[in-house]
């Protein structure tokens, strides 16, 4: 999403070969009603920061991240927080270390017996 | 200036806003309420403008 319209939206669509492929919905914030939301609005510019948000079924915000305007995000990390949380909501005692990949991947299970042994913990 | 933006464990206000759909190549809608109610995990990804370039 950006401020600008759905008919943009379409046309840079259409227009550019590197999206053929896209399916997600294109959504118009031509206000900045939402960027604005987020924290993510360029007054001075009317433009959007590079800014991803995950949000959970009840509406919680569960992941953010925020690049400037040439800087790309990389699209594997987001999908790898996307699969935590899933994995998170329904494993709620445990935590996904910074090099969990997907489920069956090691978790953390905090308690006294980890207190200053999370090393021996992963590589167990 | 901005306000109070949303930070991680907030909860996001519902909103509504129009939509361009590749997938049909038609115009659509995206709700927030509707995307809660449907038990829908939501990704919002922000980029500056339309024909940039990263």
Known sequence: MSCDTQFVHLAWQREEKELAKVEYSMAADPTGKVARMFGVYLENLGLDLRGAFLIGPDGKVMNSEVNFLNLGRNIDELYRKFKANIYLTKNPKEGCPSKWQDEGDKTLKPGPEMVGRVHEALNR | ?54
């Not at chain 2, 759909?21 to 659509?28: A, D, H, L, S, V």
């Open chain 2, 1 to 54: 200036m901005n306000e109070i933006a949303l930070r991680v464990g907030d909860l996001v206000p519902d909103f509504k806003l129009t939509t361009y759909e590749p997938k049909t190549k038609n115009f659509g809608e995206f709700d927030l309420a509707q995307a809660k109610k449907d038990g829908k995990w939501t990704v919002l990804f922000f980029y500056p403008a339309d024909f940039t370039f990263v």
